[in-house]
């Protein structure tokens, strides 16, 4: 069936480097990934997200990058603060008749100030 | 509060007992979906409808789970027998679909549900 991996699980990084999350998908007609953060007891917000009709995304400090061939994306968070601390979703439509999405396991991300 | 909101927050029942619970989406999203997550993992899905219509159902969903979306507004998930293998934050998320692919989910803040 459809599934979406992630990698790596947890990550540490020291405050103010760059952090990078890779997630790969198998429904080659999957058109639409979006990224969410969640904190410790609280809901999934989106951060970002992409279509396939583009190869990058850049919202400040937060971009995705997308290579559709490869059928895999990328987070990337820049200038990494204690407050992105928060553990990271990757996500990718699935082309059913009705669009639902998939999510990855998540990743652990740990910004040491 | 103009998000997606769920109710009870938090819910412990003994096992072999009812449960519900209800979604309240964001007013103009006409789907609404149902997610079940565990400790270190993604959003399971679980069910989604759009309007009232439920479109689909997890396989790996047991026969004693149900929703309803009886007026295309709120939802209720419901749980016959529990288990304690039930135990998890059931997440509701809403969306509005559009005409142009698939469509951005904001969530709720969960139910959590211990199964004694």
């Known amino acids: 069936g459809e599934n979406v991996e992630q990698h790596p699980s947890t990550l540490s990084v020291q405050e103010g480097d760059s952090a990078v999350i890779k997630c790969t998908y198998s429904?080659?007609?999957?058109?639409?990934f979006p990224w969410y953060k969640q904190e410790l007891g609280k809901r999934p917000q989106l951060i970002i997200d992409i279509r396939s009709n583009v190869g990058e995304k850049k919202d400040q400090r937060i971009a995705v990058t997308l290579n559709k061939t490869a059928k895999h994306f990328s987070l990337h968070i820049t200038e990494t603060q204690p407050e992105d601390s928060a553990v990271y979703f990757c996500?990718?439509?699935?082309?059913?008749?009705?669009?639902?999405?998939?999510f990855g396991p998540g990743t652990s991300l740990s910004v040491i100030p | 509060d103009t998000g997606v909101s769920q109710n009870p927050r938090h819910k412990i029942t003994k096992r072999g007992q009812n449960v519900t619970f209800r979604c309240d989406p964001i007013s103009e999203h006409n789907r609404l979906y149902w997610y079940r997550q565990t400790l270190g993992q993604g959003p399971e899905f679980l069910t989604y409808?759009?309007?009232?219509?439920?479109?689909?159902k997890s396989r790996l969903l047991s026969d004693r789970f149900s929703a309803e979306r009886p007026k295309g507004s709120f939802s209720t998930l419901e749980i016959q027998r529990t288990e304690q293998g039930d135990s998890a934050m059931y997440l509701c998320?809403?969306?509005?679909?559009?005409?142009?692919?698939?469509?951005?989910?904001?969530f709720g803040p969960g139910t959590r549900l211990t199964v004694l």
């Open positions: 409808f759009q309007n009232e219509a439920q479109l689909e």
């Open positions: 998320a809403s969306s509005f679909r559009g005409t142009v692919g698939a469509d951005t989910q904001y």
């Open positions: 996500a990718a439509s699935i082309k059913t008749s009705y669009d639902k999405v998939i």
């Open positions: 429904d080659s007609a999957s058109n639409y």
